[in-house]
Structures are given as C-alpha cells and as structure tokens.
C-alpha cells in the first residue's frame, strides 16, 4: 500500500471526531456487553474509500466541484460512448449521489489552494471492445486508474466494469466544506480487486423479498464493489422461482401463487439490474435435499418415506431411482440456463438427510443392485454426478456446496466448492484439500452474516482471510473469493437491509483490498463514514457503535 499525505477534510466533517463511542452517561461499563474500549471516530487518511483501493496517492489541494456545471462525459477517443447505455447510466446515477443531497450553495469560499475548479470527470475505455453490451463474468476486467487534477479529473479502464468501480471511489472522495460546497483533493488512484468472486448470498425462500427489497440491495452492493449476487432462490419452504416448463411447482410450492413468485420479468429485471452494476447474478437451486416445495407441484419427484412397510405420507429427498426424475431435471436446467446468462448455476448439494432413503423398499432394493451396499452417500454422489452432467450439457459451469467434494463426487475442472462448514480449523483444512486437488474454492464460513451477537461483529468478518490455510503459492491462486451469506431463518424486508449493512462492507474490503490491509482502527474510521454515506444515499445501514450521521435515515 501506498504511503498518502494526510487528505484535507473540511470543518463540517469535524462530527467525527465528536463521536464519542461508549461515553454516553447513560452506558454503564457493568452493563456493557461488548468488551471493546470506548474509541473516538479519528480522520483517516484515506478519507472514507471504502473498500481501500490498492494505491493511493493524495494531497492537500483541493478543487471545488461546481453541481450547476460538472459533467461526467465520455473522453475522447474512449471506446465507448452515447450509445452506451451502461455507463451513460451510471454517469447519472453517480452524480446524483454527489450532488442530489446537497443543501449548499453552489459556490464554496474561496480557501488557501485558490481558486481551483474541477468542472469535468471524463471517463477513458481503452479496450477496442467495451463490453457495453456484455454480462459481467468471473474473468471481467474491473481494474482502473483515477487520476483527480486540473483542468479535469480523468478516470480510465479497459472495460466499462472498471469504469464502474471507478465512479463509485470518486464519488467516495467528494466532501462537503464548512460552506456546503463539494470539494475534491487532487489525488492518483490505481486499483483493481484482489479476488474476482466477491458475493452476497441472500435466501429468497425461507422468506419471500420484494424485488424492490433486492434491487436496493444490488445497488448497495455496488457501493461496496461486491460483484455476484447469489440468489438462493427456493428451499425446502418456499418455491418462488416462476418456471415456464413447470409452472405448477411455483403455485403449489410458493407462499402464494400470485404474490409471493417471481416472474420472468422480475428475474429478467433483477439480472438486468445487476449488470448495469457489473453484478454477477449467480441463481441457486439446491438438490436433492432442501426440496419439500419443489414436491408440491411436482408428482413423484420426491421420495415417498415408509413407516415399516407402508408409506408415511411424508416425503424426502429428490428420488434419485426413476429416470422421471432425471428427465424433470433436464429440462429444468435447460430452462435455467436459458434464463440466467451468468457461466455458472449453483446446484447446492449439501445437508441430505438420508432417514427416507433408508425408510423406502425401492430404494433399498435399488442399493442392493448398484452395490452400494448401506452406505447412502454413495445414492448422493450417484445423483450428483448424474445432475452434474445434466448441467454441463447445458454449458454451465456449476458450484457445489463442499459436501459435494467430501463425498469424492467426480468434478470437471471448473466446478467452484464453496466451502461453508466447520470453524476456523476446520474451513482453512477445507480449502487446504480442495485446493490441493486443483479446485477452485469460495469460502463462506466465516462470513455467516445471520450469525448475530451484541456488539462490533464486522470485526472477526474484517480479520477473516480466505487464503488463512497451509498450502502453496499454487493452491492460494485457485482461491477465487468469497460470499457473505444471509440466510433467511429470521429475516424478511423488514430488517434484511441493517442486519446485512454495513456487515457486509467488512467483508467487501477484505475480498477487493490487498492483502495487507489489516489496520483494524482506521478500518472503524473509515467505515463509520462509509456508513453514513449509505445512509445519505437511503441505505439503513445499521451503526457501527454510539454515534450520529450528519443527515440521519428518514425511512422510505
């Protein structure tokens, strides 16, 4: 990391140092759960970016940012331009953010640097092909360089998924002066992330989300330049997912039919969306386990459960003895792949309980003839690999929960294990082994962000590193990121939103930041005004500890 100078802040932003945090009368040490000592909110020199770029250089001249005539423009010669929708669109979205809440003047007292203005932001692709068209993926460039000078300040990327991590760290480096007026330090940037799976995981089933719910959480998400939106579509509770090719399993298997689905349009929307932000919309859909509503509408798909020699009428898990099963499956998946143009389906694989399996004469039988003898793993990794090369001759790649792998399922090359399990030992042994036989792995154990507990949490989420594990320089490189997942348990659109934020920015910083960046105290600094700047922009992210925003959540 680059040393920086000190960055200018002006007198407005003096709240922060008057965050007194634990020093309120009314907080009792005796009472005090979290066994942190009380810290005042301190000026980083990094500002507020967030997660830190990767160099930063910055000085104290400053420009004035004039709302009534700054423009974020296309440069000359850039690659792209008015046709593409992509960035014209997150030009405006950006200078709303950096002008839309100001109650200031346009015009700020002209201080010691003089009278320095920086009236453009012109934006550089330097690639022949932009990608203005194109879906973000797990290869997408997304690094770029930010230089803030006079005459003008000049962001430049070779692809526009760059461009848009670009815009977000300079609207984080605009402030406001004592006046109301936006200023800019004049600084140099270099960035890229230092993972290129950086994900949130959130549980569409256990309880339904309004898309308006998800859309703010993709737009949040690219404040914090996460770049995968893991839609864990439908469990065991709930199937909302619409299908064209089985429409009745979403009208049986849904909370409701009519309110509580999501249509193709608002999966078309949602992905959609997402792009425009360089987000990556990755669905879900967990078998054989995790499957009572897919039952529902769908006859004979799951196992009918035995109570001695007759059936219970209960079922299990996805039968995997009928060939209807795998023909259901095929066309199922074709449909996914068809509708979600990201490279890869996650086909869950985890937690199948095996008491129906045990319970049902055809499927002992069925046992008996594979020679599997009693071992029920094997009649998983006998569907596993049979669902696998289901999706893969719909050319998806596919992630599995790590179970998958611990049962010795064979793989092809590019299946991703996500890694959920264990504790701290026990996830780094994981990613140990499944590096160590050439798969790519995502680690989320750490970051189970429906984990709650009194106090600053977004610490041990902050200090968690998915390449913390014994292996070689080679095993680290198949490390390919991370999630913060959100299961739905005891979450809905009533509070999803603070538990999720700004949690969750602890574990953008450390997917997107290098590797040594590890200052606990100037990370709270920081985060604390990033916090607030969500906030401004609508977010309720939740605090980080006793404190205040200079302009407070309104609600909707």
């Not at 990613?431 to 050439?438: F, I, K, L, R």
Request: proline content about 6%; aromatic content about 12%; charged content about 20%.
């Amino acid at each position: 990391m680059d040393a920086a100078l000190p960055l200018s802040l002006p007198l407005s932003l003096l709240w922060l140092v008057l965050l007194t945090l634990g020093l309120s009368r009314g907080l009792q040490p005796d009472r005090r759960a979290d066994s942190e000592a009380p810290r005042v909110v301190a000026a980083s020199r990094y500002g507020s970016l967030w997660p830190l770029p990767q160099t930063v250089k910055t000085s104290d001249a400053w420009l004035l940012l004039p709302g009534a005539t700054f423009r974020i423009a296309d440069a000359t010669g850039s690659s792209s331009g008015p046709s593409c929708s992509l960035l014209q669109s997150a030009y405006r979205r950006y200078y709303r953010y950096v002008f839309g809440s100001s109650k200031g003047p346009q015009e700020g007292r002209r201080g010691p640097a003089g009278p320095a203005v920086l009236t453009e932001l012109q934006v550089s692709i330097t690639s022949a092909d932009p990608e203005c068209d194109a879906f973000p993926g797990v290869t997408s460039d997304e690094s770029y360089e930010l230089t803030v000078d006079q005459p003008y300040a000049v962001l430049r990327a070779p692809k526009v998924w760059g461009a848009l991590r670009g815009l977000e760290t300079f609207s984080q480096l605009v402030y406001e002066d004592e006046f109301g007026a936006k200023r800019i330090n004049c600084t140099t940037i270099s960035d890229f992330p230092r993972f290129a799976h950086r994900g949130i995981l959130l549980d569409t089933s256990r309880h339904f989300l309004p898309i308006k719910v998800l859309l703010a959480n993709l737009e949040t998400m690219a404040m914090n330049k996460f770049n995968v939106f893991h839609w864990h579509m439908v469990d065991d509770q709930s199937f909302p997912y619409v299908s064209r090719t089985f429409p009745r399993i979403s009208q049986q298997g849904a909370y409701h039919p009519y309110t509580h689905v999501y249509t193709p349009a608002d999966v078309k929307m949602v992905i959609e969306f997402g792009r425009l932000r360089g987000i990556r919309v990755v669905p879900e859909f967990d078998t054989p386990g995790h499957t009572q509503s897919w039952g529902k509408g769908q006859k004979d798909l799951l196992t009918p459960c035995y109570s001695g020699d007759k059936p219970s009428g209960s079922f299990g898990p996805v039968n995997p003895i009928l060939n209807a099963t795998y023909d259901f499956m095929s066309k199922f998946f074709k449909e996914i792949s068809a509708v979600f143009p990201d490279a890869y389906v996650h086909l869950g694989g985890d937690e199948v309980d095996f008491t129906c399996w045990r319970s049902n004469p055809d499927v002992q039988n069925f046992m008996e003839q594979q020679g599997f003898g009693q071992d029920f793993s094997k009649l998983e990794s006998f569907y596993i690999q049979k669902l696998l090369d289901i999706v893969a001759a719909t050319q998806k790649g596919y992630m599995i929960w790590q179970e998958v792998f611990d049962n010795g399922v064979k793989l092809e090359a590019d299946t991703v294990i996500h890694v959920w399990k264990g504790n701290q030992e026990q996830y780094q042994s994981e990613m140990a082994n499944v590096t160590s036989s050439g798969f790519q792995a995502l680690l989320s154990t750490p970051w189970y962000l429906n984990r709650i507990s009194y106090g600053q949490d977004w610490r041990g989420h902050y200090k968690a590193d998915p390449q913390d594990f014994k292996g070689t320089a080679e095993q680290k490189k198949l490390v390919i990121g991370g999630e913060a997942c959100l299961w739905g348990e005891y979450v809905d659109a009533t509070n999803l939103t603070p538990r999720l934020w700004p949690r969750a920015s602890a574990v953008a910083e450390r997917l997107w930041s290098a590797e040594d960046v590890t200052d606990i105290n100037d990370a709270f600094n920081r985060l604390s005004v990033h916090r607030c700047r969500m906030v401004e922009r609508g977010i309720p992210a939740e605090p980080l500890f006793s404190s205040y925003c200079p302009r407070e959540y309104q609600g909707n």
